[in-house]
């Protein structure tokens, strides 16, 4: 049974930074992606940022492009998600996920959320960008 729990949210003002954390068990040896979606109150999900595990190779949505770096310390079944130069409107709850990601090769890039029968996530972490 896979598990993802995530650490590392909280309150930062703009401009600041925090490091997300997802400790990860029971993966499927032949997962697709993994990675980090967020949900803002009243929002849709969106896709910010994951890695494939074959290829090893990233992915980031515009939104976050050049201040939010994925990388995974797969011996320590870790995940993390360094965050720079925050801004509110990155307010949101933020999920490790496997297996939900659907990647735009072109721009814009846009990485879709789906619901597959491989699907998980964990509880979430909430982080807070006060103006």
């Known amino acids: 049974q896979v598990q993802l729990v995530e650490s590392g949210g909280g309150l930062v003002q703009a401009g600041g930074s925090l490091r997300l954390s997802c400790e990860a068990s029971?993966?499927?040896?032949?997962?697709?992606?993994i990675g980090w979606f967020r949900q803002a109150p009243g929002k849709e999900r969106e896709g910010i940022s994951c890695?494939?595990?074959?290829?090893?190779?990233?992915h980031y949505a515009d939104s976050v492009q050049g201040r939010f770096t994925i990388s995974q310390d797969k011996a320590k079944n870790m995940l993390y998600l360094q965050m720079n130069d925050l801004k509110p409107e990155d307010t949101a709850i933020y999920y490790c996920?496997?297996?939900?990601?659907?990647?735009?090769?072109?721009?814009?890039?846009?990485?879709?959320?789906?619901?597959?029968?491989?699907?998980?996530w964990g509880q979430g972490t909430q982080v807070t960008v006060s103006s």
């Open positions: 890695i494939s595990r074959r290829e090893g190779r990233t």
């Open positions: 029971g993966l499927s040896p032949n997962y697709y992606a």
């Open positions: 996920a496997v297996d939900v990601f659907s990647v735009k090769l072109t721009p814009p890039y846009v990485i879709g959320v789906h619901t597959t029968p491989t699907s998980s």
